[in-house]
């Protein structure tokens, strides 16, 4: 068993939920974030900055907060979904278009590391706020512009939102059932991936600032992250002319892999993607002999043979209940996972003893859980310091922070700049 020690996170309390403050403050600790982004790209992506340890500054509008805040189910008027992509920030309000605002975001800006936004493209330099302005205040600055479409081309200035990306990288056309229409997931796939990889970008950025001392911009389009993660599509188009069709829960490339039902109501998938993997499965279904047939040696071949692979895996596991099934596949050490809804992620046992879903104390809520850190580190592990703020929340303190005086902030207040 590993040591809770060298996990990365804090050792979990009782029922392996509960994340005391982590024993180190972060890996990014030091850092500096300003998130001017909203809905989902942008955010999620300071919030993985946070996670670690970055201080993250939420930049809302004074009379506009971020729609995240009533997206969704609410308790007790405060939405839930904030209270996950808010955590670790604090909130401030700040009127940008203003120049009493301006003004005050430059000096933000002077003593940040990151800024993270997702306006149309022209809109920061309409407010006086382009990189021209950030930068010549601190030239040390990364400017993080995540947009549906990027800063130039034919369709930079379109509204851009994640299921614009879904439907035109290809994910929609290749997902759902062969006779049935293109599919969109129901949730945000690919801000969160455009999340990832902003976050990534970041670090890329600042690492080569240590060598240059200069920021940069990152221009990140929501298309493009999830373009490549549909794998080796242009490839096989432009060597091949192939387009990849919708083959359901099957695959083009191996079988059998897809979802099953079992006696008692049950659904699981299976996944065959190994020669020996789709041996264990067929001997254990009762069919061996076809393991010996020459198409089995490849994936293409096996997926040729969908229908009477998965004729048999299908026949076997619907005279088993779901516990018989699972037992089964482990013990022949063949790949298969129960079809889980949320309830059933919160009460697993593997995401309790990894403290996936964890434990956060809330002003607002009492304790609510969420999803923990996204990965662990065994000395600077980061974590959960606080889940999503109240609106403008830490405004005062964040500009006192930068020099303002008290009565300066309550001119601004007063001028509905906050």
Do not use: C
Request: aromatic content about 6%; hydrophobic content about 40%.
């Amino acid at each position: 068993m590993t040591d809770p020690s060298l996990s990365g996170r804090p050792e979990p309390g009782a029922g392996g939920r509960t994340a005391p403050e982590p024993p180190s403050p972060g890996p990014l600790a030091g850092l500096r974030v300003l998130d001017l982004a909203t809905l989902f790209a942008g955010p999620l992506a300071a919030t993985l900055l946070g996670d670690y340890g970055a201080e993250v500054i939420k930049v809302e509008h004074p009379h506009r907060p971020d729609p995240s805040r009533g997206h969704g189910p609410a308790k007790n008027g405060v939405g839930l979904w904030w209270k996950l992509l808010g955590r670790n920030k604090k909130t401030v309000t700040l009127d940008l278009s203003h120049p009493d605002g301006r003004d005050v975001l430059l000096r933000l800006a002077a003593g940040a590391d990151v800024v993270v936004e997702n306006f149309r493209p022209g809109t920061l330099e309409r407010w006086g706020l382009g990189w021209e302005e950030l930068s010549a205040r601190n030239p040390g600055l990364v400017l993080a512009r995540v947009t549906g479409f990027g800063q130039f081309g034919p369709y930079a200035r379109r509204p851009g939102f994640g299921t614009l990306a879904e439907a035109m990288s290809g994910f929609a056309a290749i997902t759902g059932e062969p006779d049935g229409p293109p599919t969109l997931p129901p949730f945000g796939l690919a801000d969160a991936i455009a999340a990832l990889t902003t976050s990534y970008a970041v670090m890329a950025a600042l690492h080569r600032r240590t060598a240059t001392g200069r920021g940069q911009v990152i221009d990140l389009a929501l298309i493009e992250p999830m373009l490549t993660v549909l794998g080796p599509q242009p490839l096989w188009y432009d060597q091949l002319g192939h387009v990849q069709p919708r083959t359901g829960n099957r695959s083009a490339n191996v079988a059998p892999r897809n979802t099953y039902r079992t006696a008692d109501g049950s659904w699981v998938a299976v996944s065959t993607s190994a020669e020996s993997v789709a041996g264990r499965v067929m001997r254990l279904v009762g069919r061996p002999e076809v393991i010996d047939e020459p198409w089995f040696a490849t994936g293409a071949g096996r997926a040729r043979h969908a229908e009477e692979l998965d004729g048999a895996v299908a026949d076997w596991i619907a005279r088993h209940d779901r516990a018989e099934v699972l037992a089964a596949f482990e013990k022949a050490e063949a790949a298969v996972a129960p079809i889980y809804d949320i309830r059933e992620v919160m009460a697993d046992p593997q995401y309790q003893a990894l403290d996936s879903i964890t434990e956060v104390p809330d002003e607002e809520l009492g304790t609510v859980r969420m999803q923990n850190v996204l990965f662990r580190l065994s000395e600077t592990p980061g974590g959960i310091r606080w889940a999503g703020r109240p609106h403008g929340a830490d405004t005062d303190e964040v500009l006192a922070g930068i020099g303002l005086t008290g009565p300066e902030i309550d001119a601004l207040r007063a001028a509905g700049v906050l």
